[in-house]
């Protein structure tokens, strides 16, 4: 078994360890909604770790100042991501309001805001900012407001996209230079594992992520062949269940002309038998 197959359920990703620290964190955060917080200390961070299998675990949830941040991280086309961030900041209300004392009294129990970030860098062309409404996926249609809403606000964070909010934060920039460079070495005919390689190496040598790129040099490599295999991975499934669901329309659709025929076949039937008692005498 390859080491970058071992390492597919591996516990941390990229852009979880570049944010670990509560400064970077705080950095993003600040360059996400134009503030300029500078006490780290204020930043409490909550992380749910394997909620979900595959890469359906949330990357960052933190609280500041009252508002309770969930950061994701996403490579691929993910159309359920609200549906995922209620889970998630379900998940987290309950962990802090689960057990509370006043849950069923008549006083309000405060809550902290949510704000729920998708930062992508997958290979679909995305605008550099878009909403994502959980109600756009309800089927049922009612009078009033549904009951139920989570809205993403996704950011594409492709090398080129987001100016401003790559301006403002080192380190979200310098991850999307060496995505950048992992690619276009992709691109060139390179191996996954030498495309990473070179692509660290190159970054190191720029002093772009430098100092984690070389603490954890192996690590990282692992984390970013780990996230293409389960990119593949996810790929390979939406083809497979494409090719499933043309199948099973195939065999739909052979049944209707079966079912077609026979009715056919019935109603002409029909059509003789009322020609033939019109052209037969009555009995005297």
């Known amino acids: 078994m390859s ?23 705080l950095s993003l955060y600040n360059a996400v909604n134009g503030t300029d917080y500078d006490n780290a200390e204020d930043v409490s961070v909550n992380t ?67 704000q729920f970030i998708v930062f992508y860098n997958g290979s679909k062309d995305e605008p550099d900012e878009k909403y994502m409404k959980m109600s ?26 987001n100016k401003e909010l790559m301006d403002k934060c080192k380190k979200l920039r310098e991850y999307a230079v060496l995505v950048k460079r992992v690619r276009e070495n992709l691109k060139n005919g390179l191996s996954k594992e030498i495309a990473v390689s070179n692509a660290v190496d190159s970054c190191i040598k720029e002093d772009i992520l ?13 984390m970013i062949l780990s996230e293409y295999d389960e990119a593949l991975h996810i790929n390979n499934e939406k083809a497979i269940s494409y090719e499933e669901g043309l199948r099973v329309n195939e065999e739909r659709c052979r049944a209707l002309e079966r079912e077609n025929e026979r009715l056919k076949m019935e109603l002409e039937a029909l059509k003789n038998n009322a020609k033939k008692e019109a052209n037969t005498p009555p009995e005297l």
Not at 3 to 25: T, W
Not at 52 to 81: A, C, G, K, W
């Open 3 to 25: 080491k970058s197959k071992v390492n597919r359920k591996y516990k941390d990703r990229l852009f979880k360890r570049i944010f670990e620290n509560k400064e970077d964190l």
């Open 48 to 114: 749910i770790e394997d909620c979900v299998y595959m890469s359906m675990r949330n990357d960052v949830s933190f609280l500041i100042y009252d508002v309770m941040n969930l950061y994701e991280h996403q490579s691929t086309d993910n159309p359920n991501m609200p549906l995922r961030g209620f889970f998630y900041l379900g998940a987290l209300y309950k962990e802090m309001f689960g057990e509370h004392r006043d849950l069923y009294s008549s006083m309000i129990i405060n809550l902290p805001t949510p």
């Open 136 to 161: 756009d996926a309800y089927i049922g249609q009612i009078s009033g407001e549904p009951a139920l809403e989570c809205t993403a606000r996704l950011l594409n964070i492709n090398y080129g996209h």
């Open 210 to 222: 430098k100092d984690l790129l070389l603490k954890h040099k192996a690590e990282v490599t692992d």
